[in-house]
């Protein structure tokens, strides 16, 4: 008689916590988690197949967004989030959920919602031009 063996593997989890920033891929050992940049996204791909339960990646998440556990086996993204350009000069700053975080920590330490909303949207350079708002 076969057995009916059960579609789940011990791999890793993410949570709500990730921001995305690419440190569990790149300590990966084995490309079971990857990110994905096309310059408009950055995307975090798991395939729980290739997952060794090294753990590195749950080491090295400093958001300790990530452990291991029972998962499904589905390959797929597990986390995404939009890349944020300076509205001044169009640099790149961060990804959006690196950025709310961030602008959550400085409302807690009792920054202004203007004060947040240039953290959100201008680089360091900008903001120093627009030193008159920053000042008040
Ligand atoms: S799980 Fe942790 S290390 Fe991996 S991308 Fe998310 S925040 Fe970064
Ligand atoms: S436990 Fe190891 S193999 Fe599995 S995703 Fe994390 S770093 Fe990669």
């Avoid at 057995?3 to 995305?20: F, L, P, Q």
């Avoid at 084995?30 to 729980?48: C, F, S």
Wanted: hydrophobic fraction near 45%; charged fraction near 25%; charge should be negative.
């Amino acid at each position: 008689m076969v057995e009916n063996i059960a579609e789940e593997i011990r791999a890793v989890r993410i949570d709500d916590a990730c921001v995305i920033c690419g440190g569990c891929a790149l300590v990966c050992p084995t490309n079971a988690l990857m990110l994905e940049d096309d310059g408009i996204q950055v995307k975090l791909h798991l395939n729980p197949q290739d997952c060794i339960s090294c753990e590195a990646c749950v080491d090295t998440c400093a958001h300790y967004a990530i452990d291991l556990d029972w998962v499904d086996s589905v390959a797929g993204i597990v986390a995404e989030s939009a890349w944020v350009y300076c509205r001044g000069c169009g640099e790149r700053l961060a990804n959006r959920a690196e950025i709310d975080v961030m602008c959550m920590q400085l409302a807690q330490a009792g920054f202004s919602e203007e004060l947040l909303e240039f953290t959100a949207n201008f680089c360091t350079s900008c903001k120093y031009h627009r030193a008159g708002i920053l000042k008040r």
